[in-house]
Every structure is written in C-alpha cells, then in structure tokens.
C-alpha cells in the first residue's frame, strides 16, 4: 500500500511535471513564433533600407558622372579660352612688330610721325579690346568654378546621407545580430 501510494504519487508529480513541460514548451513556440515574426519584420526594414542606399549610391553615382563631366567641360573651355589667349598674344606680338616697324620708319622719315602716332593708336585700341576679351573669358572661368562648387557641395552632401545611412545599417545589423545571439540561447 505504501508502494502504490509512493506509486501514485509519483506519477502525480511526473504528470504535473509533464504539464509544466508542456506548458514551457508552449510558451517557447510563442516566444519562437513572436521573435521570428519580428525577425521578419526588421528584415522588411532592412530590405527597404538597402533599397534607399541603392537609390542614394545611383545618384551619387550620377552625381560624379556629372562632376566629371563637367570637369571635362572645364578644361575644355580652359583648353580653348588658352588657344585663344596664345593667339592673341600671337596678335600682340605681330602688332607689336609691325609698331616697331612703323617705329623705325619714323624715325628715318621726319614726315611720317603723324603715320605712327595713328598706327600707335589703332595698336592701343586694339590691346583694349584684347583685354575686355580677356576680362570676358576670366569671367566665364568664374562662372565655371562656381559651377564645379556648387556641384561638390551636392556631392558632399550626398556622402554625408550616406554615412548616416550606412551607420544606420550598421546599427540594425548589430541589433539583429543581437536577436540571433538571444534565440540561439
């Protein structure tokens, strides 16, 4: 009798020990199913995050394609406003030699003074106009340069959205790499 009451009680204690088991065990699969139902969430939120830094790479990517043209307009127009700079000084030197002709010839003919001075003059109008050209291509260098700033300030600040993108992923990552550390134990 004492046997079949040890008996009875323990198999009292092991069902009551089963039901607690079951009842753990319910209560992991709803833990398991919550945490993988978050999982799933935050990797929705990841997957749209990449989509955004995809987005954010292909315009700064457009963004540089665009810087390097227009560097490559830059020197271009630098290249050619050279050319014509070396031209006319080419012209100024041609003038130049021609008033040190007309120089020499004054100074052999008396009666041609009046012929230099005017020579001289339309060489003087001549430098004047050189320099207003000149004056009008340092203009459009300005204007280039402001150009190319204006563009590597949207370049700056397109790398700095991405930094705090990327930090922001980083941030996740180490969250779900929490999470996967906690349902692993």
């Known amino acids: 009798m004492t046997a079949e009451r040890l008996s009875q009680q323990l198999d009292e204690e092991n069902q009551a020990k089963a039901a607690r088991i079951e009842a753990l065990i319910a209560d992991f699969e709803e833990m398991k199913n919550e945490l993988l139902e978050s999982n799933a969430i935050k990797d929705q939120y990841i997957d749209s995050l990449n989509g955004e ?33 070396k031209e006319k000084d080419k012209s100024i030197v041609a003038l130049q ?5 007309l120089e ?29 050209k000149i004056a009008s291509i340092d203009k459009k260098v300005l204007e280039l340069q402001s150009q190319l700033e204006k563009a590597k300030a949207e370049t700056s600040k397109l790398q700095e ?14 969250n779900v790499k929490l999470l996967k550390k906690e349902l692993g134990q």
């Open 53 to 85: 830094v995809f987005t954010l790479t292909e315009s700064l990517n457009k963004q540089k394609e665009s810087l390097q043209e227009t560097s490559f307009t830059l020197d271009f127009e630098q290249q050619r406003l050279n050319n014509a700079l």
């Open 97 to 101: 030699s021609e008033l040190d002709a």
């Open 104 to 132: 020499q010839e004054v100074s052999a003919k008396n009666t041609l003074i009046e012929q230099r001075n005017f020579d001289l003059g339309k060489a003087k109008d001549n430098a004047v106009i050189l320099e207003g």
């Open 161 to 174: 959205q991405i930094k705090t993108k990327d930090e922001t992923i980083t941030r996740l990552e180490n």
